[in-house]
């Protein structure tokens, strides 16, 4: 190990800037990263991280500043180049084959002609002497998310890099398994290893981080120790002010409303190999309340969702349905006119098509239940009414946008997802399901959008969310119920909800067996 | 040493999205004058035969109009398929299918006559050419089949139908043999416009009435608008609660109809009787329209005006110089080709990539981009 070479930092940054046509994305970036530590980078979407991180990986090359490894000045023009100067990086989003085997997916990234069966054998006692438990031999279509992200952990290490870049690791992993990649990561540091560690999660960098650096708008706002700052002091730091906290008022009487959504014993065989199937789902969502579902991605919450939209039918009309009437057998457009709207998690390609104006995507999903406002005669579209009522969605909704009806993919994904919000809010429905409200969205807009949805839920509507994030969920729900491979738990009413509780259920502890289970855990 | 690198671009780029057809004509001049030259003509005095003489007559025009017809019918309906991300290659098929449906009338039935006769047999083409594409539409989302083979295998179906056709029930019995029809009578032939000026005939007419037809769907209406999303984002489309398979139908049936419309009019029309070739490829011709004329029916006039001229300037060149008319069928392939190859330049940006850059400090800093930005 080269730790000795003491005087220096491992990694410095000077005066690293990134120009994309007019946009800054990154403005003469300074930073230090030393031997063993634990290295946090914080700042909003937006802010410049990801940029930041590509030119430090190769895939980005910079438009002026220098990159000094171990005090020499060097040129990472490729990914190449950073994992041969030992750099490596685990992504947020993983770029793994589901048919192959986890060893396989690892030889593929390595491309040095060992055969699998030494690579497995490696990767096999890595796994082990880091606390990491993967079976190299099985299927990564049938993985969890967290197993996956072992594979790309340990497929890093096997380069055995001196710095290694998490790009948001923990967005993906129950608390539990978050714990554990916390234990992984202080192994690490003790090693001598450097980590950079990009997160917007506050709590968790103020416990494992040494140091942190915070961007904003593509400028270092400030380097800090996260274990002398509050959470809401190192929010400040990201966002400029403070955000606005969410103000959620108790409500009365939920029992007894009428439920305006309900799901009977929804079940959905899996459409593909590595989708999961759905297994005898009930709930209800009373008029007047907020039910959240937790569970950590690929656990069945995008077939739910798809069987809840319409956008895949029931064989029993009776398993979905809306204020009072069967809508199992209804398609989107049916469901809509029954008062239901939608937000899917994905933003482009899903709930709005990118290449479109904001006023066309306004049509999207309202071209039906809006039809007599939208659409004159002979199927004519009234675009003058439309622009008019994208452009009053775009205020509500405070929508940062360049031009006055631009395409949706040139939107920021927070605007975007603003827009695809306000246009459901606009219709005032009375039944209103969300995928993934706030991800990827900046902490203002996120606010925004929380609020607007508990607004929605008091003045009566039922409002179901769909979300990764637990600190979301915790800040609006009424109730929340745990999606685990397929199967949903009872939702648990939130004065009598914790983190652990959630957590446990999360991981697919059942309901009844919580204590026991967290003691073999 | 240089290399090229494709380089993506943020956006696609408005302004090569128009010039493209133009580079791409410009690119098919050049070859053609390589083409010209190796066949031992002198290119200049060949395109002067080729795309000049042919069209500087007043009844010449009226010929381009003849040929441009079918071109711009079956391409706008093509228009609208490629829009939706369907891939109709069989139009030559919907095309002949339409002329086969349209010709039962005034060869079936020779002795009805009079005003309904020319109306009923346009819409029998209409009909006969959306009956054959719902044929791929079908097995598309019945059975998952790519519609490219099965719509392009079925224009030889339909082919050797009109061939047995011609030859066997529906030959012409005091037709000395000849695999041919009877004529049309005079009340199943489209007329003429100006009769005294040139040949062309109402089909013209039809194909620019289709075109803003097609132009106003496309752009103004939730038709058009439900067609450009699923073909975009078909996920999208369908959280619209867009059908994906209503829409397969609706694209091959809208191009069927507007392809055997074209059949029709062209056998009422320019020919006046079933045989056994009654296009000189319209339908795969209209595809390359289709593109010229970037998807969008107005284009789609021009760019079927430009194809009309290359059969023209093939007969011109074959009687004036000799050469194979085949010449016409080489400059619509180069033209498709070099269009789909310009259209890259929608989305990347063309960059020299010397050796400096490849070695490991200095001379990087000298980037071409900027330049390449502001040349933009």
């Not at chain 1, 991605?297 to 009309?317: K, P, R, Y």
């Not at chain 2, 003849?66 to 706008?76: N, T």
């Not at chain 2, 059949?263 to 339908?283: F, H, M, T």
């Amino acid at each position: 190990m080269s730790a000795n070479q003491d005087g220096t930092n491992l990694l410095e940054v000077r005066g690293l800037t990134k120009i994309f046509g007019t946009l800054t994305a990154c403005d003469h970036i300074d930073l230090d990263i030393a031997r063993g530590e634990i290295h946090a980078l914080l700042g909003e979407n937006g802010a410049g991280k990801s940029t930041l991180v590509k030119m430090l990986f190769g895939s980005l090359e910079p438009n002026s500043g220098e990159i000094f490894w171990n005090g020499q000045a060097v040129r990472i023009s490729s990914p190449g180049v950073a994992k041969k100067l030992g750099i490596g990086m685990v992504f947020q989003h993983f770029s793994l084959f589901e048919a192959l085997t986890a060893a396989e997916n690892i030889a593929l990234s390595l491309d040095d002609g060992s055969p699998i069966s030494s690579i497995a054998a490696k990767a096999r006692a890595l796994s082990f002497s880091y606390g990491l438990p993967l079976d190299p031999e099985s299927l990564v279509g049938d993985l969890s998310v967290g197993e996956r992200q072992r594979i790309e952990i340990i497929r890093c290490l096997l380069q055995t890099p001196q710095l290694i870049i998490l790009d948001e690791p923990t967005s993906v992993l129950t608390p539990q398994e978050a714990d554990k990649l916390f234990e992984t990561l202080d192994r690490l540091r003790s090693e001598g290893k450097s980590i950079l560690y990009i997160s917007h999660r506050l709590e968790e960098v103020k416990r494992i981080c040494d140091r942190a650096t915070v961007l904003r708008h593509g400028k270092v706002v400030g380097h800090c120790n996260p274990r002398a700052e509050t959470a809401s002091s190192l929010a400040r730091m990201m966002v400029g002010n403070e955000v606005q906290a969410v103000v959620r008022a108790p409500v009365e009487g939920i029992a007894t409303a009428q439920p305006l959504l309900e799901i009977r014993n929804l079940s959905r065989k899996p459409a593909t190999p590595f989708s999961i199937p759905l297994k005898s789902i009930d709930l209800n969502v009373r008029a007047g309340e907020v039910i959240g579902i937790a569970g950590v991605a690929g656990n069945g919450q995008g077939e739910f969702f798809e069987s809840v939209s319409g956008e895949v039918l029931q064989q029993d009309a009776g398993s979905v349905r809306i204020r009072g009437k069967n809508a199992g057998n209804l398609s989107i457009t049916g469901r809509r006119l029954l008062g239901a709207a939608f937000v899917p998690e994905e933003r482009l390609g899903h709930g709005a098509a990118p290449r479109m104006k904001l006023s066309e995507n306004l049509l999207l999903s309202r071209h039906a239940t809006d039809g007599k406002a939208f659409v004159g005669g002979g199927g004519m579209v009234d675009s003058a009414a439309i622009y008019a009522a994208a452009q009053r969605i775009i205020e509500a909704m405070d929508v940062r946008k360049s031009a006055p009806d631009p395409e949706a993919a040139a939107l920021s994904g927070g605007n975007l997802q603003k827009f695809i919000v306000g246009r459901e809010l606009d219709r005032r429905p009375s039944v209103m399901v969300v995928n993934q409200p706030t991800w990827g969205v900046d902490a203002g807009a996120a606010a925004h959008i929380r609020q607007a949805l508990i607004e929605l839920s008091r003045s009566g509507s039922a409002v179901l969310v769909i979300s990764q994030d637990l600190d979301e969920l915790f800040e609006i729900s009424d109730a929340i119920a745990v999606m685990h491979n397929g199967a949903l738990s009872e939702p648990m009413p939130i004065a009598e909800a914790t983190f652990e509780k959630v957590g446990l259920l999360m991981g697919g502890a059942e309901p009844g067996h919580a204590e026991h289970t967290m003691e073999t855990a | 040493m240089m290399r090229l690198e494709l380089v993506k671009r943020p956006q696609r780029s408005a302004l090569f999205s128009a010039l493209s057809p133009f580079i791409a004509f410009a690119l098919t001049i050049i070859a053609g004058a390589i083409m010209f030259a190796l066949l031992g003509v002198n290119p200049l005095t060949a395109f002067n035969i080729y795309f000049i003489e042919p069209i500087s007559q007043v009844w010449q025009l009226h010929e381009l109009a003849i040929k441009a017809a079918p071109l711009i019918l079956i391409a706008v309906g093509l228009s609208v398929c490629y829009k939706a991300n369907v891939w109709n290659i069989g139009a030559e098929g919907q095309f002949i299918f339409g002329a086969i449906f349209g010709s039962i009338i005034p060869v079936l039935f020779p002795q009805f006559e009079g005003p309904l006769v020319l109306p009923l047999m346009l819409l029998l083409g209409m009909v006969g050419g959306a009956v054959y594409a719902a044929i791929p539409a079908f097995l598309k989302t019945r059975f998952n089949t790519n519609e490219i083979l099965t719509s392009l295998m079925l224009v030889y179906v339909a082919q050797l139908f009109l061939d047995w056709l011609v030859r066997g029930p529906w030959r012409d019995p005091q037709g000395h043999g000849f695999p041919q029809t009877i004529q049309f009578g005079d009340s199943a032939v489209l007329p003429e416009l100006l009769p005294d000026a040139g040949r062309a005939n109402w089909g013209f007419v039809f194909a620019l009435v289709a075109a803003v037809l097609i132009w106003i769907l496309m752009s103004r209406m939730l038709k058009g608008f439900e067609v450009r999303v699923l073909g975009s984002s078909p996920r999208a489309g369908r959280f619209a609660g867009f059908g994906l398979k209503r829409m397969v139908f609706f694209a091959f049936l809208l191009s069927g109809a507007l392809a055997g419309l074209a059949g029709i009019s062209e056998v009422s029309g320019a020919i006046g009787q079933l045989q056994p070739v009654i296009s000189p490829g319209y339908g795969f011709t209209a595809i390359i329209v289709a593109f010229l004329g970037r998807l969008n029916p107005l284009g789609i006039v021009a760019a079927g005006l430009v194809l009309a001229l290359t059969y023209l300037g093939g007969e011109a060149v074959q009687s004036a110089l000799g050469i194979s008319d085949k010449v016409a069928r080489v400059f619509q392939g180069m033209l498709l080709f070099f269009v789909l190859g310009c259209d890259t330049l929608i989305h990347y940006r063309i960059r020299l990539v010397g050796l400096a850059l490849t070695k490991p400090e200095g001379a990087a800093k000298l980037d071409p981009e900027p330049k390449l930005k502001e040349a933009r």
